[in-house]
């Protein structure tokens, strides 16, 4: 089944796309890659989901990738045994240690030693996702003692958001380790880390995968911002996620992020996810708002490699419906004349590696050669991706013998995974692309493909080949 498209879109499954049915239709709507949030649900309900993809991707004959979204340290207050509670804008408010006392209108338990540690006084901490704001006037070890800046309703377990400042916190919880080691067992194809605040949360995490899945960090603190270019290396691919960053930063700063995060992502080959309330209306509405249209198209303008559905898939009344929506919007902002001058005109400087010079100079020579495809032979995955740092007009074909990494190329803009046999030579590398570019409906007999590999097969990351070949 080929795509027209070169975004990607990632669906995230839950009640609402919970039936073999339903998974098969998203795919065919245009999902690429189904996400699996692991913040909602037991284990059993993600094996079976895991499962039905399975059968959705044995049955259509294209690979699909996976992505396991871990909560993270998300944190929280205590309850209300009396029921929510009302701040009042300039009361006196306390947080603390104590879990055994019952909230109340004066105090609430913020069972998170962590967060008094980095406390300074003057320190903003945000409640409800951001909806009432205290300042920290006195604290301790296990304190609090805060002003109310903006009041209203608080309930129970309310998260906790502390901008500006790096916490003393691993990203990873007990039990996210309990569901990393879950979904690794499954064959998850990528992970997707909580709340990165700096690179060393990627690499704790990259010792525990050890390779059996590509590591996406979730940009939403103010502190991943100032460390962009150093996490961006140490990871293999970037979710902008939206929700809590918006949060944490003034929500007119959030545009100018996004188009940084992107760019930076583009300079250096890595995959960028655009995520949170792309369609959120239509968790109710049969059809998005126009602003919603143009959140999308804007990500898709800006070069993100993959935008996100949420709630609108997984709990919403018409996941099928956003999916097509979704698809639709991409495909019209990719046929738009001025898309492909801003693809253009946003082209990351070529790295003084070979991979960059073969990446450069094929889709030069395709765009000169007016190439069918552009035909990546991989086993790392690493040609595709760097071909697809290019964005030629041509359609990529990724090639490669391992179901693993075609599975984590349907994230990646533009390419087209095929898993193929392992080949011996170039000969046969070249005649298997054009029969792989006739047979997926890419080319027809007579045109051009041109082909990268990195020699010797089989290596990760030798990118140094570059062949041109005509279908016969």
Not at 56 to 65: A, L, Q
Not at 208 to 227: H, Q, T
Request: a neutral charge; proline letters at 6%.
């Amino acid at each position: 089944m080929r795509r027209t498209k070169h975004a990607k879109i990632v669906a995230t499954l839950g009640p609402a796309s919970d039936e073999r049915q339903t998974i098969q239709a998203l795919f065919e709507a245009g999902a690429d890659v189904f996400r699996l949030n692991f913040s909602h649900g037991k284990h059993e309900d993600h094996r079976r989901r895991l499962d039905l993809i399975r059968e959705v991707e044995r049955d259509c004959g294209r690979p699909v990738g996976v992505l396991l979204d871990l909560q993270g340290p998300k944190l929280r207050i205590g309850t209300f045994p009396n029921g929510p509670i009302t701040l009042v804008e300039g009361e006196s408010f306390r947080l603390d240690l104590d879990t055994k006392t019952p909230g109340d209108s004066t105090r609430v338990a913020m069972p998170h030693p962590e967060i008094f540690a980095a406390l300074e006084a003057g320190t903003d901490l945000l409640l409800d996702d951001g909806r009432l704001r205290l300042r920290v006037e006195q604290f301790g070890s296990d304190f609090a003692q805060t002003r109310v800046v903006t009041g209203g309703k608080l309930s129970d377990r309310k998260g906790v958001n502390v901008p500006g400042v790096v916490l003393p916190l691993s990203a990873l919880t007990e039990k996210d380790r309990a569901d990393l080691a879950f979904g690794l067992q499954l064959g998850v194809d990528w992970v997707a880390l909580s709340f990165v605040q700096r690179p060393e949360d990627i690499t704790e995490v990259r010792s525990i995968v050890n390779g059996r899945a590509g590591i996406i960090a979730k940009l939403e603190k103010p502190a991943a911002i100032a460390s962009l270019d150093s996490i961006v290396a140490e990871a293999d691919a970037i979710m902008v996620a939206r929700g809590d960053l918006g949060v944490e930063m003034p929500a007119e700063q959030v545009p100018a992020i996004q188009k940084r995060i992107v760019r930076a992502c583009r300079a250096a080959g890595k995959p960028v996810i655009v995520a949170t309330q792309m369609l959120e209306s239509m968790v109710t509405s049969p059809v998005p708002t126009r602003a919603e249209a143009s959140d999308v198209a804007t990500a898709v303008y800006e070069g993100a490699d993959a935008v996100m559905l949420s709630a609108e898939s997984a709990s919403g009344r018409f996941p099928i419906e956003a999916v097509k929506i979704m698809s639709n919007i991409i495909a019209h902002t990719e046929g738009d004349p001025n898309y492909r001058e801003t693809v253009d005109a946003s082209r990351p400087k070529p790295m003084s590696v070979a991979a960059d010079a073969i990446g450069g100079a094929l889709r030069d020579v395709a765009g000169l050669l007016k190439a069918a495809a552009t035909v990546a032979y991989t086993s790392s995955g690493y040609s595709a991706v760097r071909m697809s740092r290019e964005r030629p007009q041509a359609p990529i074909i990724g090639m490669t013998p391992r179901l693993a990494t075609a599975r984590r190329l349907a994230l990646v803009w533009g390419v087209h995974a095929v898993l193929c046999h392992e080949v011996v030579d170039v000969p046969e590398m070249s005649d298997l692309a054009c029969q792989t570019a006739l047979k997926e409906g890419f080319g027809s007999r007579g045109q051009t493909v041109v082909i990268s590999a990195g020699m010797p097969f089989g290596t990760s990351g030798t990118t140094n080949l570059l062949r041109i070949a005509q279908i016969a």
